[in-house]
């Protein structure tokens, strides 16, 4: 019997069984994505071929640094294109939630890719250039020619990731910035920001190429090439920050676990939500774990009905729930 109105024990018993309607895992399709993570590819790749063989054509210690960047980016977008497809494949009983999460670990490998490509390569390079003493090399032209060339083709692909971040910050109601630093979709945000960087390494190539071309002092390529090296490693411990925390399990956004809190305490059957739980199980998915005090007025079938008309609620406010557990128990 229940303690405080007499009447059989329903939400003993509603707790016992633990209503809970699993869902398939969000159906939101990642073309967009896709599609940005492609064209950033194809055209790093372009850029890679191309920066090696104007850095070796050339001599350029700069442009070599920039090719090892571009070599990053070209493999940190085949481990996000591949991402994509793993995270799509259908739960199983080994991975009962989906495979979401794929998405950040290979984002997580990417970004220490990079890190290595900037702390050994760049940084490196550059060091060793600078202690057996820089000669000057020419092949300016080259050089020139090269950082044209991939100049577009990182515009191209930069331009793609701004145009599709900025559509969807648009449609989530939220300015441009603020949603890509909420955001939990990695690829567009990587692909952006990755691209940032490759435009502001172009930026200090072309620096440090332009200063031994005015100044006729070698040593300032492999500056350049220092400094590329330290734009990759901030990039790639930035990235991995990024993903660390999604990886390893975290919680709803404040103001979504704010929306679910005040969409279950608003029902007439709850009494006091006693504990919300919310975890990120992928870009577009999330789970909500509650244990709920509902009325002890209220029969079994009105605490199933009940916990149903709840979780619709809670799908309804929060669209990337996919996952929901309510635990109907007694408050203290």
Known sequence: ????????????TARAEQVSRRSVPSTRQAGASRKTVLVALAANALIAVTKLAGGVISGSTALL??????????????????????????????RPFGHGRERYLWTFVAAVGMFVAGAVFAVGYGVIELLAGA????????????????LVAEGASWLRALHQTRTEARDARKP?????????????KMVLFEDTAALAGIAIAAAGIGLHQLTGQAFWDPVASLLVGALLIVVAVWMARDTGHLLVGAAARPDE???????????PDVVEVLELLTMV??????????????????DASRVERSTSELEDA?????????EVFLDATRGR
């Open 1 to 12: 019997m229940s303690a405080r109105s007499g009447k059989p024990d329903t939400v003993g």
């Open 281 to 298: 199980l992928g870009p577009n998915a999330l789970l909500v774990a509650a244990r709920i005090d509902l009325d002890d007025g209220i």
């Open 135 to 150: 000669e000057s090399s020419g092949g300016f032209l080259v050089a020139w020619i090269t950082l044209a060339i991939a």
């Open 65 to 94: 640094a920039e090719a090892a960047h571009s070599v990053a980016d070209t493999a940190n977008q085949a481990f996000l294109l591949a991402s994509i497809a793993l995270a799509q494949r259908e739960p199983d009983a080994d």
């Open 176 to 188: 441009v910035w603020r949603y890509v630093r909420e955001s939990r979709d990695p690829n567009v």
């Open 257 to 267: 676990r704010d929306e679910i809190e005040r969409v279950v305490e608003e029902h």
């Open 314 to 322: 809670i799908r309804k406010a929060v669209p990337d729930v996919t």
